[in-house]
C-alpha cells in the first residue's frame, strides 16, 4: 500500500522511466522503438486503406512481423536479465526470498512490454483488415 502512495505522488513519466531502467534500459528503448514503428505503420496503413491501395496487405504483413518481434525481444531481455540477476544472487551468502522475488520482477518487465507491444500490433491487424477495402 505504502508502494502505490509513492507511486502515486510521483509523475507517471517519473514510474515510467524507473521500470524502464529495472527492466534494461537498451532492451526496453528497442522494444518502445517497435512499438512507435508500428504505430507509424498503423497510421500507414489507415491512409492507405482510406485510397484503397493495394499495399495494404504488405503492411499488415510488416505489422505482424513487428510485433512478434517486440515479443521475442522481450522474451530475450527477459532471458538476459534473468542470468545477471541470478549471477548477482548467487554472489551473496545470505540471499532471501525477497532478494529474488525482487530480481524476477524485474526480469519479467521487457516480456511484459513486449507482450504488451505484440497485443497493440494485433489489434492494429484487426484494425487495419476491418477498414481494408475488399476486392
Known amino acids: 500500500m505504502i508502494a502505490l502512495q509513492q507511486q502515486a505522488q510521483r509523475g507517471i513519466f517519473e514510474v515510467l522511466a524507473a521500470r ?14 517497435v512499438l512507435i514503428l508500428g504505430l507509424f505503420l498503423l497510421v500507414k496503413g489507415i491512409y492507405f486503406a482510406g ?12 505489422l505482424n512481423s513487428v510485433g512478434l518481434f517486440a515479443l521475442v525481444l522481450g522474451v530475450f531481455g527477459q532471458l538476459i536479465k534473468l542470468i545477471e540477476t541470478l549471477d548477482y544472487l548467487s554472489s551473496f551468502e545470505d540471499t532471501t526470498p525477497r532478494d529474488f522475488a525482487d530480481g524476477l520482477k524485474m526480469t519479467m518487465l521487457p ?12 489489434f492494429s491487424t484487426i484494425v487495419l483488415n476491418w477498414v481494408r477495402p475488399m476486392r
Open 20 to 33: 524502464f531502467e529495472e527492466g534494461g534500459f537498451f532492451i526496453m528503448m528497442l522494444i518502445l522503438i
Open 51 to 62: 485510397k484503397k491501395d493495394p499495399k495494404i496487405a504488405r503492411i499488415i504483413l510488416l
Open 111 to 122: 516480456t511484459l512490454f513486449g507482450a504488451f507491444v505484440f497485443l497493440c500490433t494485433r
